[in-house]
């Protein structure tokens, strides 16, 4: 009887060990569950409240700055797009969006007010003109109004307001407001004094880019597109850089502008038409159809070679480089006349050779825009230093100043002695 009774304790705990074991598996799993579901809810809710990215692209415009007068911009239809989530945001959705983004609205009263009824144009872009406001607290701003009859305008009005309603950096053009208001969209950015970048290269009217000047800007440039490659969170793709869209303060310090056709990366909708601007555009992507973060390299690369020959890219530029890649001092047969004798030849082909990178066939086999930045930086570094030593005395003038200094203090010591004798 013993053992029996020994064997039913034994079962008894086993079953009970068992039953522990079974409701905390069925604890934890629920538990698993419901963390499971509540995860994807917040998955699905984060999508839901995710920036709409522009799916067809159109002319590209800029702000405070006239495009080129010839420019041809790309508009090309390739398979139709997928529907995606993003595709079916109805107008208080977008609404929501823009209201959350940060940025001061503005009625329409007060800008008519701040523009003087829109009577001072600064420039005219696809986009719609942009006109000089002079805000209530007294500072000067662009005003860039939706043309009515723009049919991707929206989608541009939309995507600058969400992307720069939380990307700000020194060497990006600061978006201070918008208004939605009567029926139109605008958007109020900082004033660029001395506009864009291509009227400094191509326009007879603007006095001529130092090389001082060229290197700095594009030392800025590559800053503003590493805070977007690598600072912004996701990571932004400009998708139309090029020199209409480089804008410069009084200060003659470089800005990136016009973020329209920007998407950011981790978007990855089926899409879309080509995009961009006629001469600028990796010839990859348009094999492709993949815009990445290298196209926005061969893109900068393009502008790397304007600032050393102020030759646009919709008149021959490419074919002037690559005659000029057949021997390594070519790239001193395109130079900037403005340039001749006011610059370190030297410099100009290692600034010349960081632009080839820019633009190698293989995309994976260019830099990124951090490794660019700082080659630039160096050969920016490489000209101060070179001034530095010129400034400097030279060795036997510098003796010489030494040995005028001692005769004088010899000097006024006799001076001092007889006085006091």
Wanted: hydrophobic letters at 40%.
């Amino acid at each position: 009887m013993v053992h029996k009774a020994d064997l039913v304790i034994i079962g008894v705990c086993v079953g009970v060990a068992v039953g522990i074991l079974l409701a905390s598996l069925a604890f934890f799993g629920i538990r698993w569950y419901k963390r499971r579901a509540h995860l994807r809810k917040c998955e699905n809710d984060h999508s839901a409240s995710s920036l709409p990215i522009r799916q067809n692209g159109v002319d590209t415009s800029s702000i405070l700055s006239e495009s080129f007068p010839n420019s041809v911009n790309v508009k090309v239809l390739t398979y139709p797009a997928k529907t995606s989530p993003l595709s079916k945001w109805n107008k208080n959705n977008k609404e929501q969006l823009i209201s959350a983004s940060g940025l001061p609205r503005y009625s329409y009263k007060d800008i008519q007010k701040a523009t003087k009824n829109f009577t001072t144009i600064l420039g005219q872009g696809s986009f719609g003109p942009v006109y000089k406001a002079t805000m209530p607290a007294g500072e000067v701003v662009a005003v860039k109004v939706l043309a009515s009859d723009s049919k991707q305008g929206e989608n541009e009005f939309q995507t600058e307001v969400s992307l720069l309603g939380r990307l700000h950096h020194r060497n990006l053009v600061n978006l201070v407001g918008y208004c939605v208001d009567k029926g139109q969209r605008m958007l109020i950015y900082e004033y660029m004094s001395n506009g864009s970048l291509a009227s400094f290269l191509y326009s007879e009217e603007k006095h001529a880019l130092s090389w001082q000047e060229r290197l700095q800007i594009a030392l800025d440039i590559s800053h503003g597109i590493e805070y977007l490659h690598d600072g912004a969170v996701p990571p932004v793709i400009h998708r139309d850089l090029k020199s209409a869209n480089i804008l410069l303060d009084h200060l003659m310090r470089a800005k990136v502008a016009d973020f329209g056709l920007s998407k950011e990366e981790v978007y990855d909708g089926r899409n879309s038409g080509l995009k961009g601007t006629y001469g600028y555009i990796d010839p990859v992507y348009i094999s492709t159809n993949k815009f990445t973060m290298k196209s926005d390299i061969y893109s900068f690369g393009i502008i790397l070679f304007e600032l050393i020959t102020a030759i646009h890219p919709q008149q021959n530029l490419i074919d002037y480089v690559n005659l000029a890649a057949m021997s390594s001092d070519g790239i001193d047969e395109i130079l900037d006349k403005e340039l001749v004798g006011g610059c370190d030849l030297e410099d100009v082909r290692s600034l010349a050779r960081i632009a080839h990178r820019c633009l190698h066939k293989t995309p994976r086999k260019r830099p990124s825009v951090g490794e660019v930045s700082q080659a630039i930086a160096r050969v920016q570094q490489r000209r101060l230093v070179r001034e530095d030593s010129t400034m400097s005395f030279a060795p036997e003038d510098y003796s010489g100043v030494v040995g005028c200094i001692e005769m004088q203090q010899n000097q006024l010591k006799k001076m001092t002695s007889i006085a006091e004798s």
